[in-house]
């Protein structure tokens, strides 16, 4: 497999935005709960709009894993699964009960998509 091939900078963006969206999601967990412990609509309103930029991120690292590694189609596929799983997960926000769960739920499994992405193009980076 030839590593040397795709765009050193989208690399290097990968690699960043994996590691923003990892914290991203933890700080989106902080920021929900201090609204259910007292911070109330300040806190869902700043939850809300960061989502939206994490969502964003997230759309840009499948571009960004496509240019920077072209002829690793596992990792290209990995980065596309991040931006699902969180439009799936911001899609269940308002949903009642049990299945409104699958918010918190469906932001871990994000978070572990983002995180485990993040050390195979840092591993990639580095072969
Ligand atoms: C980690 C656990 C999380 C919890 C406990 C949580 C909780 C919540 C709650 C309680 C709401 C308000 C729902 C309503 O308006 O009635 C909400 C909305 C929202 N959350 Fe989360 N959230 C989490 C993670 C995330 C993540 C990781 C993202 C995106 C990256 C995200 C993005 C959003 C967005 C965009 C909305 C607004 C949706 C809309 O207004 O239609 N959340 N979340």
Redesign the pocket.
């Known amino acids: 497999m030839n590593e040397t091939t795709g765009n050193p900078a989208m690399r290097r963006a990968t690699t960043w935005l994996a590691l923003f969206i990892t914290l991203?999601?933890a700080v989106?967990?902080y920021l929900?709960?201090s609204?259910y412990a007292g911070a109330g609509a300040d806190a869902?309103d700043v939850?809300?709009t960061f989502?939206?930029v994490?969502?964003l991120a997230a759309l840009v690292i499948a571009v960004t894993t496509y240019y920077g590694f072209p002829d690793r189609r596992g990792l290209v596929w990995h980065a596309a699964t991040v931006p699902v799983i969180?439009a799936v997960?911001?899609s269940l926000?308002?949903a009642d009960s049990w299945l409104g769960g699958l918010?918190?739920f469906l932001?871990i499994a994000?978070a572990v998509a983002a995180s485990s992405l993040a050390a195979m193009v840092m591993r990639a980076g580095r072969a």
């Open positions: 991203g999601i989106q967990a929900a709960m609204a869902l939850h809300k989502g939206t994490v969502l969180l997960q911001i926000s308002r918010h918190g932001a994000a």
